[in-house]
């Protein structure tokens, strides 16, 4: 189950880091935290290590284009059998936490992002009303209203967002 987890968060992970189109050193530095927080289960499970593998190997030279950033997501892709045999409730909440915690790794959340995280609760319907998504949702469609993100509608996601990630 760990290994679906993982497996998820960094589906979202990366669905986060590229919802801007930019992809910075502390976003980088979260790739490649994930692969070293993963590495005793990538050597536990023989699937998942395979596929992080493939990952760390793009990870390891120091940096990630936005290139490296669609490399990444087709090797998640051609693993999604393994990890999602079944859509449920746990994979998108996992899922979802990834793209909070991608969205945050460059220490800045802004509108393009919170425009992506949106799209996807709408293209995800049937999960946007239960908890915790519906208030995510809430809360990013009332940022979003007046177009524009200020001081205290970024405290309020900076702060959601760090509680929500810490969710399990």
Known sequence: MADKTAYNNLKGLLEGISADGRISSNEFQALKSWCQTHQQLA???KVFGLFHKKILKIVSDGKVTSEEIGEMKQILNKYEYYFNLSVDLKADLHFLQGICYGIMADGDINK???HML??????????RTTKPFDEIY???????ED???DDEEYKK????FKEFIKLE
């Open 112 to 114: 393009y992002e919170l």
């Open 138 to 144: 809430g809360i990013i469609e009332s940022v979003l």
């Open 157 to 160: 996601l900076q702060t959601y």
């Open 43 to 45: 050597e536990e499970k």
């Open 147 to 149: 177009g524009k993100i």
């Open 118 to 127: 949106k799209q996807w609760l709408s293209d995800n319907a049937p999960i």
